[in-house]
């Protein structure tokens, strides 16, 4: 017995054809993570031993906060993808797996708005 | 459904390492000891926002003992994940599976990863000698 309506069946509708869709995400990050830790790292580096006012300063530049932006939002997507394969490679219990999954995902989101939103007041003069 | 010929697993207690496979493990546990170091990062970023005595905590125990060897041991996880991460980026293009391919790649990623970790650490120390 099928479940697909004839319509669905007869428009050959069924697979969402989003299948590799983490797959090509975690790669899409990965990319864009190449140039952008690079530039991550130097700019840390021209930062050592700078106090608060200078990172400040730093920080609320145009274009240092898009990238930092870029940065905290790829680093963490590309995060919780690679985690969420992590988890389900070794926690086999169903309903560990699935309350894990989602307390990961929950924490990595917060993460990522708290560190975007810290980026935003910056930039903006808050 | 038992079959005689269908593949195993490695038996890790008698798998003998390979460079292949000790990287290719070595790149989730630095991928999930890089997930812990964004702590670190999001600390340091809202305790920007938050203001200059916020700013000095994070700065304190970033430059503290601690500090130092957590920040040590996330740059050579973060060049590691990144050039074996390129490396990866090869293969899902369908470059690089020859045996001897593989070899060759591991210990570039092997040998950047490391020169890359010192050549930081040597300009950051430089850089902190500098501003003091």
């Known amino acids: 017995m099928s479940l697909r ?37 130097s700019s840390v580096l021209s930062l050592v031993g700078a106090g608060h006012a200078a990172m400040v300063d730093w920080l609320a ?49 917060v993460l990522g708005l708290v ?6 007041k910056i930039a903006l003069g808050g | 459904m038992a079959s005689d010929n269908r593949p195993l697993s490695p038996h890790l207690q008698i798998y003998c390492p390979q460079l292949t496979s000790v990287m290719s493990i070595s790149h989730r546990i630095t991928g999930v000891a890089l997930s812990v170091g964004t702590l670190l990062l999001v600390w340091w ?13 994070a700065a304190g125990f970033i430059g503290s003992f601690v500090g130092y060897i957590l920040l040590f041991a996330w740059t050579y996880a973060l060049f ?24 060759t790649s591991g210990w570039a990623v092997v040998i950047a990863s490391v020169a890359l970790t010192i050549i930081t650490w040597f300009t950051g120390i430089v850089a902190l000698g500098g501003s003091s």
Not at chain 1, 81 to 95: A, F, K, M, P, S
Not at chain 1, 115 to 120: C, G, I, K, P, R
Not at chain 2, 45 to 57: L, W
Not at chain 2, 91 to 103: Q, V
């Open chain 2, 45 to 57: 970023i809202v305790a920007a926002a938050a203001g200059p005595e916020a700013y000095d905590t």
């Open chain 1, 115 to 120: 560190a975007v939103l810290s980026v935003l």
């Open chain 1, 61 to 109: 530049s145009p274009w240092s906060a898009t990238f930092m932006v870029l940065l905290i939002v790829a680093t963490f997507y590309h995060m919780q993808l690679g985690l969420q394969v992590v988890i389900e490679d070794y926690v086999h219990n169903e309903g560990a797996k699935f309350a894990s999954l989602l307390v990961m995902k929950g924490v990595t989101f």
């Open chain 1, 5 to 41: 309506t004839p319509l669905g069946r007869v428009r050959g509708l069924g697979s969402a054809k989003e299948g590799v869709h983490h797959w090509w995400m975690q790669r899409t990050t990965a990319l864009a993570l190449v140039p952008l830790t690079i530039w991550f790292v």
């Open chain 2, 80 to 103: 590691y994940h990144l050039c074996n991460g390129i490396r990866h980026l090869f293969w899902d293009a369908g470059y690089g599976f020859e045996i001897e391919t593989a070899y």
